[in-house]
């Protein structure tokens, strides 16, 4: 279990996230939403160990963080950020496989590395770029690419694996929202714990199993998606009026909308 325990963040004058208690699960997939500047991407970058924090622990596996060497949380847990900057005429076969250097020791890339990385292109839709230059991509086509290189990282991870995606779907085309979150699914499916940072909200009643709603950096609710995310309380959090669709025939989900 990747778990946060009252965990403060102060930058200068600003509170970024106070008091927050969320724990992450293997096998389930869990959603951030909250209006911007809540503190999702802080919250996120402190449970990857990139975000310094004022007050409170972080514990993966009931080891605290700042225990683990930088390779082996890498083995342990991967991070796509909203953006990855990425200048240099790379191939986006050699983008991807970036992934398993954690996994290197030193040494040179295996036939199982390769092999891996192969499985991680097909699965997100974008083995046949795998020569192109990773700078000729469209945004959406380097965002599927990122994915694939941080699948990589835990794709045969012995224990549990952490996802930590924050907005992955930001620059995807409806086809490609929905089949990253298939993705991300099965890799729940498998044993992984996944974070996914999220500004749709029909998404995250589709695909996750628990949410946690931000709001000026504190943790406002959290549980059951389809119990937690209500008319009343997205009123309050992002101060907006919505309904909810009833569950049509062939999916049986609610279907929010702004009024």
């Keep these: 279990m990747l778990e946060a325990s009252h965990i403060t963040v102060q930058i200068g004058q600003a509170t970024l996230l106070s008091d927050v208690s969320v724990s992450l699960k293997p096998g389930e997939v869990v959603a951030v939403v909250g209006p911007n500047g809540a503190g999702k991407s802080t919250l996120l970058n402190v449970l990857s160990g ?107 991870c012995s224990d549990p694996g952490y996802l930590l995606l924050d907005e992955p779907v930001s620059a995807l085309d409806l086809a490609h929202q929905h089949s990253m979150l298939k993705l991300v699914r099965k890799f729940a499916e ?26 000026a950096g504190r943790l406002t609710a959290d549980g059951k998606v389809d119990k937690i ?18 569950p049509d025939e062939l999916s049986g989900r609610r279907v929010v909308i702004s009024l």
Excluded at 229 to 246: G, K, R, Y
Aim: one cysteine or more.
């Design 50 to 156: 990139d975000q310094k924090i004022t007050q409170g622990e972080v514990r993966l596996e009931d080891k605290l963080l700042t225990d683990y060497s930088r390779q082996m949380l890498a083995k342990k847990r991967a991070v796509l950020p909203q953006q990855s900057s990425l200048a240099f005429p790379f191939s986006v076969l050699d983008v991807v496989l970036m992934g398993r250097s954690p996994h290197l020791d030193g040494g040179a890339e295996t036939e199982k590395d390769y092999r891996i990385v192969h499985k991680a292109l097909a699965a997100t839709e974008v083995e046949h770029l795998a020569g192109r230059i990773y700078t000729t991509l469209s945004g959406g086509e380097r965002q599927r690419v990122q994915l694939a290189r941080v699948l990589t990282q835990i794709w045969d």
């Design 190 to 215: 498998d044993g992984a714990g996944v974070l996914v940072v999220l500004h749709d909200l029909n998404l995250a009643l589709q695909y996750c199993d628990d949410v946690w709603v931000l709001k």
């Design 229 to 246: 995310l209500t008319a009343q309380l997205i009123e309050n959090v992002f101060d907006v009026s919505v309904a909810f669709v009833s």
